[in-house]
């Protein structure tokens, strides 16, 4: 799963996000937005699909791997991968479960 975000330059100002089974749809949906000029950056993170313990409801849970987009010259999108790690050491895959978490 990909989740995807774009805010706009200003974050109060425009925030949209969604969630797709396929990378190229997440992309270009958040190239649409950064294009348009609607946002000043998009990100795209790999998800999996989980299930709450106290409510037994689906969710995704960010890994920690991904992109980040910026508009470039000519009206070009570039895209650069990152990996967040957590302080311990350990990957984001094994601290995402105490991190953001979106609703299925």
Request: aromatic content about 10%.
């Amino acid at each position: 799963m990909y989740l995807w975000t774009a805010s706009g330059h200003d974050i109060a100002s425009f925030r949209a996000a969604g969630v797709s089974d396929d990378q190229a749809r997440a992309r270009n949906a958040a190239e649409a937005l950064l294009r348009t000029g609607k946002a000043g950056t998009a990100y795209i993170e790999c998800a999996y699909t989980a299930m709450t313990t106290s409510t037994l409801s689906l969710c995704y849970v960010r890994t920690g791997i991904g992109w980040q987009a910026r508009l470039g010259q000519a009206g070009r999108v570039d895209w650069t991968p990152f990996t967040t790690v957590a302080p311990d050491g350990w990957t984001s895959d094994t601290a995402a479960t105490a991190g953001e978490v979106f609703d299925a």
